[in-house]
């Protein structure tokens, strides 16, 4: 018998509008509106979602046609074994299209009830575009095709309906990736006012009654994609969750159980949006500094760290370094060695390195520890090593220099991360892919493997492979190379020599030996 739609099986809830949210993907719908969904349910709130698709093509359709209802499914460990939990999301009221339904969408500027406007849009960041394809960014456009000019269009026309009415500001708290977006979109939004010459007394209204809040987001959401993976009887993960759940969802969205929202701004607005009163995983904080070189440093830091090691020794998941025994399909056997490493890189030099509350890192680190262990989200160790060097810079660097700082020492396992690093450009020819993207061709014993990064880099490491082959002369180049670091890394004292001697012994007995040899 076929299963009915959700939005047959469920019935909607009418509330306020008072969040408009840019963007209509995975992570939004399961981490935001998944949240608001429950303030629904634990607190007073009483208020919907309006979602605005950002670019011409997306998803409102399908959302509409579900009357935007669908189900989150988090997967992960909990209490050390494999957990499914669902939830029907019930707190969108509609989804709009401004491209074809321009009128609805600005329409909302008018709203007494919307307050927040929340975002993670598809263009390429927040930043400002003076035209686009050559065509100028005015304020007249049906919509304009920049995200932060948007928003201004959208706010100059709430503060002439509501004649600069200080209470019917908005908070404006931006989820993309970036850096500081809450800072950059309010920049980008000032630069549009002066261009449109908005004048001095919208500005003074944005200023005063409006709050643009930094933020940092903290849940993997791999999304729809895979539960379409088959299971043994031929139906797809997605199809025996349906079968579960007693209706057809086209928009079933996956993610961790883990959450954390950290929101950076002069003053709480948890009186407004009572996440924390709900049992939320959220701090409104004055500044985020500390939280986001957490995650940074621990969370992502551990990957570059130690899967680049990993992957010469013969893994090929996250899951193949983190768990003891073998999980799922698709992995490999664990590797003990990868595993010593990746634990004690994070609790004896990376945590080490870090001001701040070392119970409380060592906690987060457990819970990124378990995290990594999901089963249900393969991550593999190839598509994390993009970019590798930008990304050591970023995430691993830091932990050496300030554990150098510190100590007065070199990080034993830290220095060997960069040897590997280095090993993991082993190749000497640049090739191209068939969507023309560069690559250049390295070699692990497995065979060989597409490594990516940018073309100065992969450029680099080609022709200083051809060059030489000598572990000492190879590493002074590279931590020589400012281009990469920001500095000469060889004025750290025995930096150097730690890292060549790790290399030398890379290249001499190979990855696994050279791993199990460090983690003795």
Known sequence: MALKSIKDVVKTVKRPEKILQFGEGGFLRAFVDWQIDIVNEKTDFNGNVVIVQPLEKGMVD???????????????????????????????????????????????????????????????????????????????????????????AFLYKRFQAFKGDLSKGMILIPCELSDQAGLNLR???????E????????????????????????????????LLTKEEDGKTQAEHIC???GYEDK???????????????????????????AGLSVKWVQNMDYYHTRKVRILNGAHTSSVLAAFLAGSNYVQDIVCSEKVGTGFNTPNADAQKFMRNVIFNEIIPSIDGDQEDLKEYAENVWSRFQNPFNPHRLIEISLNSVAKYWTRCLPSVTQYIAKK??????????????????????IKTDDKGA???????????YPNKDTLPVLEFFAALNKETKDAKEITKKVLTNVDFWHEDLTKYAGLEESVAKNLADIQKNGMKAALAEIVK
């Open 187 to 193: 920049i980008n939004i000032l630069r549009y006012a």
């Open 62 to 152: 399908a959302m509409n046609a579900q009357n935007n209802l669908y189900t989150t499914v988090l997967r992960g460990m909990k209490d050390g074994k494999p957990t499914v939990e669902t939830r029907t999301i019930n707190s969108i009221s509609r989804s709009i299209n401004p491209y074809t339904d321009y009128d609805d969408y600005i329409a909302l500027a008018s709203s007494p009830d919307l307050r927040f406007i929340v975002s993670n849009t598809t263009e390429a960041g927040i930043r400002f575009d003076a035209e686009i394809d050559g065509v100028p960014v005015t304020l007249d456009q049906k919509p304009q095709k920049n995200f932060p000019a948007k928003v201004t």
């Open 408 to 429: 007065g020492s070199v990080p034993k396992l830290l220095s060997f991360s960069i040897a590997a690093l280095i090993a993991f450009y082993n190749g000497t020819e």
């Open 243 to 245: 079968e579960k759940l």
């Open 438 to 448: 560069k690559y250049l061709e390295s070699k692990r014993e497995e065979g060989v």
């Open 251 to 277: 928009l079933l969205d996956s993610a961790e159980l883990f959450h954390f929202w950290v929101i950076e701004s002069k003053k709480s607005h948890e009186d407004e949006l009572p996440l924390v009163k």
């Open 195 to 226: 261009m449109w010459q908005l004048g001095p007394d919208f500005i003074n209204w944005f200023d005063e009654a409006c709050d643009v809040c930094s933020c940092l987001v903290d849940r993997i959401v791999p999304g729809y994609f895979p």
